[in-house]
């Protein structure tokens, strides 16, 4: 079996990450924050040690900026929804995942309005020049994906932070693809909000994720409820992280992200970057060597995530998938990924691609014979 | 019988945050439920000698940990 799903979510997961979970059914399984007992104390100081674990990988100073969501789908639509305000305008791309793009959508019956700024046709990248182009006298903020989980390429964030900080609009991007596979610094990339997911390249369980909110920013809430705070109140308390937390958090979640994470800290970003590189580079360069495979985005590793998409002429998307699947065990993603401006934008919609989404358990043999697969399916049409 | 104060919170995530800056510290406190007279945010607060009063502050604030104040204790 060879997973290439990384991008949908990462497979297998670091073993500590079971451990900690474990750790926490078994010997604490309280409701943290809420109770002042032993085990409800327990319970908060995994979730204490799972945000600064999170605040040093990203360089963020106050580790209580970190609010937990249940995915970076819920983190996007608290910061959407938190700051933009009727006759607001946002600057986005037209490469997004639905993630970003059914808020916008949604928000735009609301009163606010977006402008896509397009990717390059070829490369699928961004050019930050082009963002300056839109803004408008009521452009509220930019919200870009980091890294596309379509076609893999990683968007230059410093410079976008840059232009955002220039202008005096806020900065939010989705990490979704890139958190743990490639590094984020919020204070070098002037984030003002990042939306990250814990069951990607996080390696964490699936149903934990966040939002980090730079400090002095404050968010109107879109969920209310128990917080463990402020509990004479039956108003929502507004700082954070309990202005976004409402309702018990995914403790068990939380307890395996800490370990997940940790372990990242200790294997180096840097390190698994090179690792997936390395495997990107040779399945690009066997991938160019196929003549009936069609590549969309740019080759330059760079500026590349394990992520790559690609079509075999004569064969649809769903039929590689399928071949790929029953005969020779490769699990990937075909069609549209939740993100149809991204296949619009290159040129795939409705169709969509053959997906390949590397991780760091992931190796060179396991490319070596996904090539070997890709190149007999392409000899058959 | 010695002085103590009380450092109370608004929410637990802050307490427990604070909690590891303050063992961080040396600081010698104990974790108790929040005397209600002094605060009804969140249920725990850190009881420690008066005269570590300025530390705990000082400590915190450096951390950017925001709490809610630092109170005596009233004797019992």
């Keep these: 079996m060879i997973y290439f799903d990384n991008a949908a979510t990462s497979y297998p997961k670091p073993p500590q990450m079971l451990k900690g979970m474990k750790f926490f059914i078994e010997k604490i399984g309280s409701n943290p924050g809420r109770s002042g007992h032993r085990l409800s104390l327990a319970g908060g100081r995994i979730i204490n040690q799972t945000r600064e674990n999170l605040a040093q990988l990203f360089n963020i100073s106050d580790p209580l900026k970190i609010a937990f969501t249940h995915n970076a789908t819920h983190a996007l639509n608290f910061a959407l929804s938190g700051i933009l305000e009727p006759g607001d305008h946002v600057i986005t791309s037209n490469i997004e995942h639905n993630s970003i793009a059914r808020p916008l959508r949604y928000l735009t019956e609301r009163g606010i309005e977006f402008s896509q700024v397009k990717v390059d046709e070829k490369t699928s990248q961004l050019n930050p020049e082009d963002i300056k182009k839109k803004f408008k006298k009521n452009t509220k903020m930019i919200a870009l994906i980091h890294g596309s989980n379509v076609t893999g390429i990683i968007f230059p964030i410093r410079e976008i932070g840059k232009i955002a900080r220039e202008n005096g609009v806020y900065f939010l991007v989705d990490a979704s693809q890139t958190a743990g596979a490639y590094p984020i610094d919020v204070e070098e990339d002037k984030i003002d909000l990042l939306a990250f997911t814990g069951h990607k390249a996080l390696l964490g369980p699936q149903g934990t994720g966040g939002l980090y909110v730079r400090p002095g920013i404050s968010l109107k809430p879109i969920i209310f409820g128990g917080t463990g705070s402020h509990s004479e109140e039956d108003r929502q308390p507004l700082f954070m992280p309990d202005v976004l937390e409402s309702g018990t958090a995914n403790t068990v979640g939380l307890a395996g992200l800490k370990e997940s994470v940790k372990f990242i800290l200790k294997t180096g970003v840097e390190k698994i970057r090179n690792h997936e590189k390395k495997l990107t580079q040779r399945l690009i360069d066997g991938l160019k060597e196929i003549k009936e495979v069609i590549l969309y985005g740019s080759d330059n590793l760079e500026e590349h995530l394990p992520v790559v998409s690609f079509n075999i002429k004569g064969f649809s998307p769903s039929e590689v998938g399928e071949i790929l699947d029953k005969k020779y065990q490769i699990y990937v993603r075909v069609g549209l990924h939740c993100a149809p401006w991204a296949h619009q934008a290159i040129g795939t919609y409705p169709e969509g691609t053959v997906r390949f989404s590397l991780g760091y358990y992931n190796t060179a043999k396991e490319v070596d014979f996904a090539l070997t697969a890709i190149e007999k399916i392409a000899g058959k049409s | ?76």
């Excluded at chain 2, 929410?11 to 108790?32: D, N, P």
């Design chain 2, 1 to 76: 019988m010695e002085d103590y104060k009380v450092v109370t919170f608004y929410s637990t995530s802050h307490a427990l945050r604070a909690e590891k800056i303050l063992k961080q510290a040396a600081i010698k406190f104990w974790a108790i439920p929040t005397p209600r007279y002094l605060s009804s945010n969140c249920g725990i607060a850190f009881k420690f000698a008066a005269t570590d009063a300025e530390r705990v502050g000082e400590n915190l604030k450096q951390a950017k940990v925001e709490y809610e104040g630092i109170y005596p204790l009233e004797k019992e």
